[in-house]
């Protein structure tokens, strides 16, 4: 988990606000992701890319946005924090070689509250 | 199609008992099928995996059950330790540039000492 983190860990806001939450990876891995978790629902996948000039929708884009500063840096928006998006966050980083499987590498997650 | 059906949502054993985990699948494209294990306040991370040229894989405790005619697969835990408690994911994916993870809905798994 040391390889890929995430800030802020936790993070209360107002319905409404801007939020932006920040992932930095050690590894040298040309993908990213973003997930959120809910309880009973798993891992969605919200945004994925695969180097920095590459961004593509997942599953439940909407009211989300993402910007690749960096090959090892990836940030997610919520332009306007709504109480349904209070969920886990998790980034991932992945080293796609060839042709083989994708072993994804998870941040330790940031604990969003929007109220 | 892209859906992978996960269950049981929880489940509670003994220590020493075989904790069995189920997931299915309809894409008959996926080649890659692993399973991650998150324990509280950490990220998933890689368990165990297996592509669908092999019918059983086995890492220590863990054990992958693949039945491809049937498009089901398992995870079993032998001799479970209390330490196993966690939350289970399956996941599904075609290798390839555009393989991207499915994700199953998550087992929480606890073992009573």
């Known amino acids: 988990d040391a390889d890929v983190t995430q800030t802020p860990r936790n993070r209360i806001t107002k319905t409404g606000k801007r939020i932006m939450l920040e992932c930095s990876q050690t590894k040298g891995h040309d993908r990213m992701y973003w997930y959120r978790q809910d309880p009973g629902l798993g891992l969605r996948l919200i945004y994925y890319s695969f180097d920095v000039k590459d961004i593509n929708k997942g599953e439940i884009s909407d009211g989300y946005s993402v910007s690749r500063q960096a090959q090892a840096k990836f940030s997610l928006s919520l332009e306007s924090a709504i109480p349904n998006q209070t969920a886990l966050y998790f980034c991932?980083?992945?080293?796609?070689?060839?042709?083989?499987?994708?072993?994804?590498?998870f941040g330790p997650g940031t604990r969003l509250t929007v109220l | 199609q892209q859906q992978v059906k996960q269950s049981p949502q929880s489940l509670i054993v003994q220590k020493g008992g075989i904790p069995i985990i189920n997931c299915a699948y309809e894409n008959t494209a996926f080649d890659y099928f692993p399973w991650y294990q998150q324990f509280p306040g950490k990220g998933p991370a890689l368990l165990i995996a297996?592509?669908?040229?092999?019918s059983e894989k086995k890492e220590g405790r863990f054990t992958i059950s693949f039945n491809k005619s049937a498009k089901q697969f398992s995870l079993h835990i032998m001799d479970s330790q209390p330490g196993d408690s966690a939350t289970y994911f399956c996941a599904a994916s075609t290798t390839g540039s555009q393989g991207n993870l499915i994700f199953g809905k998550g087992t929480k798994l606890s073992v009573k000492p």
């Open positions: 991932a980083t992945s080293d796609w070689a060839g042709g083989s499987a994708d072993t994804q590498y």
């Open positions: 297996i592509r669908p040229d092999v």
